[in-house]
């Protein structure tokens, strides 16, 4: 990151040829630096268990960033410092309000004692950096494939289903940002046994309710978009039908976390994006925005049916340990 904000003149005027973005190069490291001890924060409280305080400081720092934005449409500021003002100062007050809870670990590490095996977490911390950069190329995959091989409106048509099952997204998240603590420390059978049980009917009826209307509304959805974009209904249902099936498969898979096998997760990660792009740039030639919508269900379906089928036959992350 420093290397990236010394050399930001240089890479936006060789690399980039254009040397205005020397400036936004080097915005995005601070808001970056910033943005590391903001998530760190709020891996603690997660790891706490202190959910309503995430929710409370996520929503005053959303206000924040909104607010620099407002003062550019009131008072013509300029756009780009602004905007990436708005995001410094949410993760700084994220940081700021935390501020004890940073000084108490930051001390707690000085103190006499055992001390935890770096190795090891750096190991298990490589692997969900891989897991995060083959979930950043997977992010690309639809556009590269509807812009390059399918028609033009294509890309709009999924953009707006995929905006559509945004919330269904959302969802996902929050049970992952609930439910991961628990599943890392179910260390034993039967704490991962009480685990399954404790939430997977819950899940499985949830995703049930919310998979009906999702199908049954379609048709009265497709009235509400132009002619030429009702094809955004069916992305939508794919999309969110494979949020769906993320919300009952995602917390079994958090399980191998806790068994110390995250290298399953990056695998599965990384197949999934294979079988994503395969199948996207096969079908969106002829199948187009649909096409990739119902790549990315079978994708993650399939995967990770496999891995749920090997968690309860082969005991990957269930075996005693």
């Not at 904000?5 to 190069?25: E, I």
């Not at 930051?106 to 103190?111: G, K, N, T």
């Not at 002619?227 to 919300?247: C, D, P, Y």
């Not at 030639?285 to 990770?304: D, E, F, H, N």
Request: hydrophobic letters at 60%; one cysteine or more.
């Amino acid at each position: 990151m420093a290397a990236v904000f010394l050399l930001a003149p240089l890479t936006s005027a060789k690399l980039l040829r254009h040397p205005d973005y020397a400036t936004a190069l080097r915005l995005a490291c601070g808001s970056a630096a910033v943005a590391s001890v903001s998530s760190f924060t709020m891996a603690l409280l997660q790891s706490r268990l202190e959910f309503a305080r995430m929710a409370r400081l996520s929503a005053a720092a959303a206000v924040l960033q909104i607010l620099p934005v407002s003062l550019v449409l009131r008072f013509g500021w300029p756009g780009m410092a602004s905007l990436f003002a708005g995001d410094v100062l949410s993760r700084l007050w994220i940081v700021a309000v935390n501020l004890s809870l940073l000084a108490a670990v930051l001390a707690a590490a000085r103190q006499p004692g055992a001390r935890p095996a770096w190795k090891a977490i750096a190991v298990f911390a490589n692997w969900i950096t891989m897991s995060t950069l083959i979930g950043s190329l997977y992010s690309y995959i639809p556009s590269v494939a509807l812009s390059r091989w399918a028609a033009a409106s294509a890309l709009g048509i999924y953009s707006l289903g995929m905006s559509l099952s945004g919330g269904f997204g959302l969802l996902i998240n929050t049970t992952s940002t609930v439910l991961l603590p628990e599943a890392v420390a179910a260390t034993t059978l039967e704490r991962r046994r009480s685990y399954l049980r404790s939430y997977l009917p819950g899940a499985a009826l949830l995703a049930m309710a919310l998979l009906v209307p999702t199908w049954l509304g379609g048709p009265l959805a497709a009235h509400l978009f132009p002619t030429a974009m009702r094809g955004a209904v069916r992305v939508f249902q794919l999309l969110a039908t494979a949020h769906i099936a993320l919300l009952v498969a995602n917390p079994v898979q958090f399980l191998l976390y806790g068994a110390g096998r995250p290298e399953w997760c990056t695998a599965s990660d990384a197949l999934i994006t294979l079988l994503f792009g395969a199948m996207a740039f096969w079908l969106a030639p002829a199948y187009g925005a649909v096409g990739v919508a119902w790549a990315l269900l079978i994708a993650q379906t399939s995967i990770k049916a496999v891995l749920a089928t090997g968690l309860a036959t082969a005991g990957w992350g269930l075996g005693a340990r």
